[in-house]
């Protein structure tokens, strides 16, 4: 006899769990138990079957995977958080006694849990990380221009500001941001890290508020995990690329509001002690390898060893090493068009990378008051310009504005009106662009005619690079290609037209006159003297009688057409309105 299956104990009432039951399993708050959910990334599942998962129950409710609740039970955090409740009654109990050393003895050795390990549990590898930072990334540069209230402490906020910092140095420095987006959201940055796309989005700097239905714990909880996550990736991403992690920041710039260029990007130099561990071992070097080889051929051989070219040893030993070792790469006998030089490793990795991340080298900028100095300054450092700022946007100019070297000056503000000698030399000698000219540049993969963007005018549509599937926006498409291939294939149209017209000409005489003696016939068709001088005329005009009589059919039929409907709209109406209100039985006996 088989085993008796008891309700509740298999299927899906033993694979889910409620979250009210999750909560009563783990003896935790449920403040507690959404924070490990979002650290541990568990979130709640839909199952197929409710009412069999609830144990037979309808009420609404969560659902989690029973498996996931019991991987949170040995969660070292929870342990954390089972303490910190217990230090939080101590301290209150301490603090209500009056009992000032043990309040503080008690905050001096406050629990604090750590999330290294749900680091490296939930991204095995640094790819996994570096594909799954761009909330991150948002998450960071969101908090970082938000006010300090109550629930968002100065510290937490100066920790993201130079997170974002850090950031920025990192892709300015390996020139790896490709895409721009002004939206009215904030800006859209697309860069390539580890040939892998990350996309952020950077509000304006605008003052901001934390609207009253947003559950902030929630976010700081998301908040502190991606802190954790960040570390650990600009740590990686500073060591690969030889520099020091975190940079130093220069005080007294910071204090004069340099920003970025408060950090200083240091090389690091690899100590003899940390470099490759030296091995005791005896070095063999491929020479003695090949002698020792030669000799033990030479001894097996029924040769005498004093018949062999002993010059000719020599000779092949004085080689260097490094001559033995390289790869001359010979041409082919068989196929002459083959190229004898192939591509290697090497020649590769020696090859100048794309021009494109250098588009501002030979410029140097100056930037207007009334433009955002943190988004341009990081647009232009990363494609390898120069770029200054009046005193009004913060310290740390490279130079002043009556540079001679300045070529370019990004302004966002009507020409004016009347200007001195000394401003109209400047502008003479400079080139005078609105902002979107940049993010534009940057997108096309090149310098763009400065005219439509002068100051001023009017500019042209500001489009986004973002997008794969066909159709989409491409950016080195520009608006004069469009026109020009629109322009070509109505040329083309036309031709193809003309041909056509040329072809059919004939034809279309002779349907045209077979169609107005068809219509004059059946206007006369009552009159048999006009429909003979019909017939008439069309064998005059050399159409054969029987395409005369289909047309006059033709002409026949749309005529009685014709008069049904008009026959339909006068009285047609009324009588389709009785059939609707008729009974399906007096409507069949209607239409027998």
């Not at 490296?120 to 948002?138: G, M, N, T």
């Not at 003899?272 to 033990?296: L, W």
């Amino acid at each position: 006899m088989g085993r008796l299956k008891q309700k509740g104990k298999a299927g899906a009432a033993k694979a889910y769990v409620t979250r009210s039951s999750a909560v009563k399993k783990l003896q935790c708050s449920l403040a507690d138990f959404r924070r490990l959910c979002i650290l541990k990334g568990i979130f709640p599942r839909e199952p197929r079957h409710k009412k069999r998962a609830n144990k037979g129950s309808t009420a609404p409710t969560s659902f989690y995977y029973a498996k996931d609740i019991a991987y949170l039970a040995h969660e070292p955090v929870l342990d954390k958080l089972r303490e910190h409740k217990a230090f939080a009654k101590k301290i209150s109990r301490a603090l209500g006694r009056g009992e000032w050393s043990i309040a503080k003895n008690l905050e001096d050795h406050k629990p604090v849990y750590r999330l290294d390990h749900i680091i490296k549990e939930r991204y095995p590898s640094f790819i996994d990380a570096v594909r799954d930072i761009d909330d991150a990334l948002c998450m960071i540069h969101l908090f970082a221009s938000l006010p300090s209230n109550p629930r968002v402490s100065p510290a937490l906020i100066e920790n993201c500001a130079r997170l974002t910092a850090e950031w920025q140095l990192y892709v300015m420095h390996t020139r790896s941001l490709r895409n721009v987006f002004l939206s009215i959201k904030g800006v859209y940055y697309q860069a390539e890290v580890m040939d892998q796309n990350v996309t952020w989005l950077v509000p304006y700097q605008f003052p901001q508020n934390i609207p009253s239905d947003v559950d902030v714990r929630v976010m700081l909880t998301f908040l502190e995990l991606y802190q954790t996550l960040l570390g650990f990736v600009f740590f990686k991403l500073y060591t690969d690329a030889g520099l020091v992690y975190p940079p130093p920041l220069d005080s007294s710039k910071d204090e004069s509001g340099a920003g970025v260029g408060a950090f200083n990007l240091r090389t690091a130099n690899p100590s003899p002690a940390t470099g490759a561990p030296k091995s005791d071992a005896p070095t063999v070097s491929s020479k003695e390898v090949r002698q020792t080889i030669k000799n033990i051929t030479a001894e097996s051989s029924s040769v005498p060893s004093n018949d062999i070219d002993i010059d000719r040893v020599e000779r092949i030993d004085s080689l260097p090493d490094a001559a033995e070792e390289e790869f001359v790469p010979q041409a082919s006998k068989s196929d002459l068009d083959v190229p004898s030089s192939l591509p290697t490793l090497l020649s590769l990795s020696s090859l100048p990378k794309l021009s494109s991340t250098n588009i501002f080298a030979p410029y140097t900028f100056w930037l207007s008051r009334e433009s955002s100095r943190s988004i341009f300054e990081f647009l232009i450092r990363s494609f390898g310009g120069r770029i200054g700022w009046p005193v009004s946007s913060g310290g740390g100019s490279p130079f002043a504005e009556d540079d001679e070297a300045i070529t370019h000056v990004i302004i966002d503000r009507p020409v004016a009106k009347s200007e001195t000698a000394q401003e109209r030399e400047r502008r003479r000698r400079r080139k005078y662009v609105q902002p979107q000219w940049v993010v534009d540049c940057i997108n096309a993969g090149k310098i763009l005619l400065e005219d439509l963007y002068a100051q001023g005018k009017t500019l042209p549509p500001h489009l986004s690079p973002f997008g794969e599937r066909d159709g989409a926006y491409d950016p080195t498409i520009g608006l004069a290609n469009v026109e020009n291939s629109l322009v070509e294939a109505d040329d083309a149209a036309l031709s193809e037209g003309s041909q056509e017209a040329e072809d059919v000409e004939m034809g279309s005489e002779l349907e045209g006159n077979v169609t107005s003696m068809a219509a004059l016939a059946v206007a006369a068709a009552d009159d048999p003297e006009a429909l003979r001088v019909a017939e008439l005329a069309a064998e005059a005009a050399g159409v054969d009688y029987g395409t005369f009589e289909k047309e006059v059919q033709k002409k026949q039929k749309q005529q009685k057409h014709k008069h049904k409907e008009d026959a339909v709209v006068d009285g047609g109406g009324e009588e389709d309105m009785n059939k609707i209100l008729m009974s399906k039985r007096k409507r069949q006996l209607y239409e027998r």
